[in-house]
């Protein structure tokens, strides 16, 4: 089993887009503020949301040298957002940021994982 990345870029960019989220998560633009009310998820719990995708941050960009640890963010980030995507299907909120914020993020983070911890290089 393969417990730190083959490639370790592709987490720290998966990594890169998610501190972006989060850091615009503190002061959520209008996409964000209507997908999540869209989702019917309460404003008291949105910080909730900015400290997930933090502790993800630091799971993979650790895990590109502590064995196990990028590994583990990676699944939990991929776990993330199938609870995000099964959220927008039963609000049946399934217009753009769906498609593309919440699907786009859920397949880069599958991808990452896939060729990240699956494939090993000579």
Not at 18 to 36: E, G
Not at 69 to 80: F, H
């Amino acid at each position: 089993m393969i417990l730190t990345p083959d490639i370790w870029w592709l987490p720290a960019l998966l990594a890169a887009a998610l501190l972006f989220d989060a850091v615009a998560s503190i002061r959520p633009p209008k996409f964000i503020r209507d997908c999540l009310d869209g989702v019917g998820f309460p404003r008291e719990w949105w910080w909730t949301l900015i400290v997930i995708k933090t502790l993800a941050v630091t799971g993979l960009i650790v895990g590109i040298w502590v064995p196990g640890v990028g590994l583990a963010a990676n699944v939990g980030v991929v776990v993330y957002f199938l609870c995000a995507a099964a959220s927008h299907i039963m609000a049946r909120f399934t217009g753009m940021s769906f498609w593309v914020n919440c699907l786009g993020m859920l397949v880069l983070s599958f991808i990452v994982l896939v060729l990240s911890f699956s494939v090993r290089g000579n």
